[in-house]
């Protein structure tokens, strides 16, 4: 009997709630497209809703780019469970009620149950909160979520790769959040260490 134990299959789960920069989300899932990784999507109303303000996508062609969709309220899915193998999980945009109910532990959703999946199974969360300016509550919230194992990573734009639009800071803040699960898409712009002369 072969009891080796394999790797973990290539896949990712990925939450969307109602933060405005719902389109970090679509662009998650466009980019586990190209690199050819699973992903199990579970959206929240809110996040529609953000959707039909923000983007010209409607709920059809989000939910289209994931491989698999989940109900926000079937909490008996896979996702659910921390026997379901998966290289973590990544929630773009993340909400501060999200981050608020996942670092509470008291989950009323599939996606925040997910992500209290991931932590327990000590997998890597990833949590690209959208909120400006944050008061100590958030900021604790945050620090209590970091101490129990996730990754606090707000898209904040990177100007050394220059962008020349939105789209590309996008890129580059998705690309970032997936280097986070050795994930590496084309379209993030490395840096390669200063240029020309440095002075003193």
Known sequence: MNLAVQNPPT???VGISGASGVI???RVLDALNDLGVESHLVVT???LLTLSQETELNPDDLTAKATVLHKLNDVGASIASGSFRSLGMVVAPCSVRTMSEIATGVTSTLLTRAADVV???RRPLVLMVRETPFHLGHLRTMTALAEMGATI???LPAFYSKPASIAEMVDQSVGRALDLFGLDWAPVKRWE???GPVTE
Do not use: F, S, T
């Open 11 to 13: 896949r990712l789960v």
């Open 24 to 26: 970090y989300g679509a």
């Open 45 to 47: 109303r809110a996040a």
């Open 119 to 121: 932590l327990k199974e």
């Open 153 to 155: 990573a707000p898209p």
């Open 193 to 195: 260490g200063l240029r």
